[in-house]
């Protein structure tokens, strides 16, 4: 008869498979995912993803506001910083992991996350955010999907949207500022829809940015449906009589920019009009409209604008934006900084353009010094007498063309007749 076991002997297969389990829960409590919030995102986080999104979470508080920047350009980290913007309850993790999307993904780079669908919703989502910084980065970060090889037509309808919306200026203006970083090539009917519609707004800054962006779109517009260029065209003409003069003068940029949406020969009636017109951006614009011009009787209407030495600028102010910085919007003639500049290259090349159809003599030449930097006062007004002198031998009998030195930059230069 064999003698019983000690109790020692018993218990120890028992306590070591009490003790394997223990080590087994523990393990598995660390790597569990905890409950997962609705994100509405396809991605959901595995357990070791879940563990990752705490520490980076740890790192935010009010003394720290962004994550590392290795944990940044870390790819396998990208879809970890969206989900934290569509789950979290902190405003601070919020703005961080916005900020760091900025970076995380790219629209060409290899080296980066590529932006997906999740990327897509969560930036509009927060794009209506109450919340002004979680809209400014969200509206920041949107540059990656929208200048990819396909921008996501989503994305271009969410902006849309928002830009059509009754939301306050600064949250249109923007989205509408967001929607112009399409490449001109992809914005198709619904982008272009929008710009357009945000010319019958009341606020001059909207609709000096949707001028602009339409401006911009040139390339797609000459393939659009007749329709909607005859809807467009309806739509900027009265903007040339728009009370602000930025305005006035971005439509005369746009009717120059894509001249199927108004009659040449009513264009250049309207750009002659302006010329006296009482800001200088907007005289400064005229002249560069009718540069393209080939009628040799508009160099005379040029002569007294070449004196006018007020700036052709215009800025539009419109308060404050999401980062709550002043909204300025700028407005000038790229090469031209002041109006005689403007009448000057204007001259020069309406007169090329003539004698290169017969309609003046190739003699006497007009020679005027404009190098490639900006000319200073005194090389303006000498320019100015050179085209005094040639016009005096190509128009002679015609009386010289009054000499126009304004007294303040609102003051607006006579103009001779045509």
Same mark, same amino acid.
Request: net charge negative.
């Given at each position: 008869?064999?003698?019983?076991?000690?109790?020692? /002997?018993?218990?120890?297969?028992?306590?070591?498979?009490?003790?394997?389990?223990?080590?087994?829960?523990?393990?598995? &409590?660390?790597?569990?995912?905890? =409950?997962?919030?609705?994100?509405?995102?396809?991605?959901?986080?595995?357990?070791?993803? #879940?563990?990752?999104? $705490?520490?980076?979470?740890?790192?935010?508080?009010? /003394?720290?506001?962004?994550?590392?920047?290795?944990?940044?350009? $870390?790819?396998?980290?990208?879809?970890?910083?969206?989900?934290?913007?569509?789950?979290?309850?902190?405003?601070?993790?919020?703005?961080?992991?916005?900020?760091?999307?900025?970076?995380?993904?790219?629209?060409?780079?290899?080296? /980066?996350?590529?932006?997906? $669908?999740?990327?897509?919703?969560?930036?509009?989502?927060?794009?209506?955010?109450?919340?002004p910084k979680s809209a400014e980065l969200a509206f920041a970060a949107a540059r990656i999907?929208?200048?990819?090889?396909?921008?996501?037509?989503?994305?271009?309808?969410? &902006?849309? #949207?928002?830009?059509?919306? $009754? &939301?306050?200026?600064?949250?249109?203006?923007?989205?509408?500022?967001?929607?112009?970083?399409?490449?001109?090539?992809?914005?198709?009917?619904?982008?272009?829809?929008?710009?357009? %519609?945000?010319?019958?707004?009341?606020?001059?800054?909207?609709? #000096?940015?949707?001028?602009?962006?339409?401006?911009?779109? %040139?390339?797609?517009?000459?393939?659009?449906?007749?329709?909607?260029?005859? =809807?467009?065209?309806?739509?900027?003409?009265?903007?040339?009589?728009?009370?602000?003069?930025?305005?006035?003068?971005?439509?005369?940029?746009? &009717?120059?920019?894509?001249?199927?949406?108004?009659?040449?020969?009513?264009?250049?009636?309207?750009?002659?009009?302006?010329?006296?017109?009482?800001?200088?951006?907007?005289?400064?614009?005229?002249?560069?409209?009718?540069?393209?011009?080939?009628?040799?009787?508009?160099?005379?209407?040029?002569?007294?604008?070449?004196?006018?030495?007020?700036?052709?600028?215009?800025?539009?102010?419109?308060?404050?934006?999401?980062?709550?910085?002043?909204?300025?919007?700028?407005?000038?003639?790229?090469?031209?900084?002041?109006?005689?500049?403007?009448?000057?290259?204007?001259?020069?090349?309406?007169?090329? %353009?003539?004698?290169?159809?017969?309609?003046?003599?190739?003699?006497?030449?007009?020679?005027?010094?404009?190098?490639?930097?900006?000319?200073?006062?005194?090389?303006?007004?000498?320019?100015?007498?050179?085209?005094?002198?040639?016009?005096?031998?190509?128009?002679?009998?015609?009386?010289?063309?009054?000499?126009?030195?304004? /007294?303040?930059?609102?003051?607006? #230069?006579?103009?001779?007749?045509?």
């Open positions: 008869m064999t003698s019983p076991e000690p109790e020692e /002997k018993k218990r120890w297969p028992l306590a070591l498979g009490l003790g394997v389990a223990a080590v087994a829960a523990s393990v598995w &409590l660390t790597l569990a995912p905890p =409950e997962v919030p609705d994100s509405g995102l396809d991605f959901v986080p595995s357990a070791e993803e #879940s563990v990752r999104i $705490d520490q980076l979470r740890a790192q935010i508080n009010a /003394k720290n506001t962004a994550f590392r920047d290795a944990d940044v350009r $870390d790819p396998d980290n990208a879809k970890l910083f969206t989900y934290m913007a569509a789950t979290s309850d902190n405003p601070l993790v919020v703005h961080a992991a916005l900020a760091a999307i900025g970076s995380a993904y790219s629209s060409r780079s290899e080296t /980066k996350a590529a932006p997906d $669908d999740d990327l897509q919703r969560v930036l509009v989502r927060h794009m209506s955010s109450p919340d999907p929208l200048m990819t090889e396909a921008p996501p037509p989503e994305l271009i309808a969410a &902006l849309a #949207s928002l830009i059509n919306s $009754d &939301l306050e200026l600064v949250r249109r203006y923007r989205a509408l500022e967001t929607l112009n970083l399409l490449r001109p090539s992809l914005r198709n009917e619904t982008a272009r829809a929008a710009f357009s %519609k945000s010319l019958e707004r009341s606020e001059p800054a909207v609709v #000096s940015l949707a001028l602009f962006a339409l401006s911009e779109s %040139k390339e797609p517009l000459s393939e659009a449906r007749d329709t909607e260029l005859l =809807e467009l065209g309806q739509r900027v003409k009265p903007l040339l009589s728009h009370e602000n003069p930025g305005v006035r003068g971005r439509a005369l940029q746009l &009717l120059t920019e894509i001249p199927s949406l108004m009659e040449r020969s009513e264009l250049e009636s309207r750009a002659i009009t302006a010329l006296s017109d009482p800001h200088p951006y907007v005289r400064g614009q005229a002249l560069d409209t009718l540069a393209a011009s080939t009628n040799p009787n508009l160099v005379r209407s040029f002569l007294p604008l070449t004196r006018d030495m007020a700036e052709a600028r215009y800025d539009i102010e419109a308060g404050t934006n999401l980062k709550g910085e002043p909204l300025l919007l700028p407005h000038d003639i790229p090469g031209r900084r002041r109006v005689a500049e403007a009448a000057l290259f204007a001259l020069r090349s309406v007169r090329a %353009k003539a004698v290169q159809n017969g309609t003046l003599p190739e003699e006497p030449e007009l020679v005027l010094a404009l190098g490639a930097e900006m000319p200073s006062e005194a090389a303006l007004k000498t320019a100015a007498d050179a085209a005094a002198a040639w016009a005096e031998k190509v128009f002679p009998g015609e009386g010289a063309p009054v000499h126009h030195t304004q /007294k303040s930059p609102a003051e607006p #230069s006579p103009v001779l007749t045509p």
